[in-house]
């Protein structure tokens, strides 16, 4: 546990509210854009954060001081992405959708005009759902492989595999469809 | 493409969020975490309470079938009117004969 864990669950055990606060100061943000890059929607991924701090709060007393706290929140954070991408499945927004042609499948927080970063997100969400997350994990949030570990329920070293095959294959992905 | 070009996209997304959301969102995450605490307690006081009150509703139809059970008879009755005089007896009988509630 790094020394900002141990500050938050301190400021908690001291001022629930205040400390709570601390926590979303620290993680709301990283937290958004791990969900948003999972649901793609903007409104899913606002749903799935609200829930996930929801059950933050409700647990916060519970956590092992021993366990990483940034890798319990990433955890819940990444079921509930997973659960919100599964209920919308039938109506969820994709970075397929082309804005003129399906108006009310377009999401209007997504910039369909910056191709190669949409074509970047394509080929993320083409690869399996673990090697998606140990690629986000890794390459956005730069989190090292015991943290990954942790949140995939795998090993530093599979992780460090699935983050290289990973990257393989988004190489290979970006060349067939450039 | 290879890896180099990858590190040129870098982290660029093409994700965003309407104006203020990041400072909206802890106020709304808080009002919805204390409130389903409050409703999480709420239930968990009306299932206490319903268990309790469940236990009580059980003891008392047990105690209601044990203790306040009818005798089997009314041997005991028979036995304290055997012990009258035979003038109290004949009191008791000229008295209660046709009340309704004795002979319902």
């Known amino acids: ?178 | 493409m290879n890896a180099q070009d990858l590190d040129r996209i870098g982290k660029k997304m093409p994700y965003k969020v309407p104006e203020g959301f990041f400072e909206e969102m802890p106020s709304r995450i808080i009002e919805r975490a204390t409130r389903r605490q409050h409703r999480n307690n709420v239930l968990r006081h009306v299932i206490r309470y319903t268990a309790v009150a469940a236990t009580i509703a059980l003891v008392w139809m047990f105690a209601d079938k044990v203790i306040f059970a009818p005798q089997d008879d009314y041997t005991s009755v028979e036995l304290a009117f055997d012990q009258l005089s035979d003038d109290d007896q004949l009191y008791l009988l000229e008295v209660y004969q046709d009340d309704i509630f004795f002979n319902y």
């Open chain 1, 1 to 178: 546990m790094t020394a900002t864990e141990r500050d938050i669950l301190q400021a908690i055990r001291q001022d629930a509210n205040r400390g709570f606060g601390l926590l979303l100061n620290t993680y709301q943000e990283q937290i958004y854009w791990h969900i948003r890059r999972i649901t793609v929607s903007h409104d899913d991924a606002q749903d799935a954060l609200q829930e996930t701090f929801v059950r933050v709060y409700a647990a916060i007393d519970r956590v092992d001081l021993e366990q990483s706290l940034t890798a319990w929140i990433y955890r819940i954070a990444s079921n509930e992405a997973l659960r919100q991408r599964q209920r919308n499945s039938r109506a969820t927004i994709s970075l397929d959708d082309i804005p003129g042609e399906a108006q009310a499948a377009v999401d209007q927080y997504i910039d369909y005009s910056d191709l190669e970063a949409i074509k970047l997100q394509r080929a993320i969400l083409a690869l399996p759902y673990k090697q998606q997350l140990t690629f986000n994990l890794r390459y956005y949030d730069e989190l090292d492989y015991d943290t990954i570990a942790r949140i995939t329920e795998s090993t530093p070293s599979a992780a460090k595999a699935n983050y290289h095959q990973a990257k393989e294959k988004i190489i290979n992905y970006m060349n067939s469809t450039l």
